[in-house]
Nanobody, 119 residues
Framework: EVQLVESGGGLAQPGGSLRLSCAAS????????LSWVRQAPGKGPDWVSS????????DYAESVKGRFTISRDNAKNMLYLQMNSLKPEDTAVYYC????????????WGQGTQVTVFS
């Protein structure tokens, strides 16, 4: 059974930091490009960041570039998202998934973790 389980979400003040983790099982982790996608209340899912299978290539949405860092540990089947300089507009449910596109019909998705940035 494929499982992606996110953790690390919570409350943060503007300018603060959070680190999200995603534990994967049930598939060949190192064979998949992985992504973080977020969904704010009342909006559709938005792509945030992706990382290549070996971790050597990363890509970011313009809205998070320079503030967020995606990484992975293929030996541990773990995906991470370090989020710094958080802004209220980063408030959303964050999902890890296989593949790049922020559409529900593509890839495996986790259940999501809530990130709330408030002052």
């Amino acid at each position: 059974e494929v499982q992606l389980v996110e953790s690390g979400g919570g409350l943060a003040q503007p300018g603060g930091s959070l680190r999200l983790s995603c534990a994967a099982s049930g598939f060949t982790f190192g064979s998949y490009l992985l992504s973080w996608v977020r969904q704010a209340p009342g909006k559709g899912p938005d792509w945030v960041s992706s990382i290549s299978m070996a971790g050597g290539s990363t890509d970011y949405a313009e809205s998070v570039k320079g503030r967020f860092t995606i990484s992975r540990d293929n030996a541990k089947n773990m995906l991470y998202l370090q989020m710094n300089s958080l802004k209220p507009e980063d408030t959303a449910v964050y999902y890890c998934k296989t593949g790049r596109r922020a559409i529900r019909t593509e890839g495996y998705w986790g259940q999501g973790t809530q990130v709330t940035v408030f002052s």
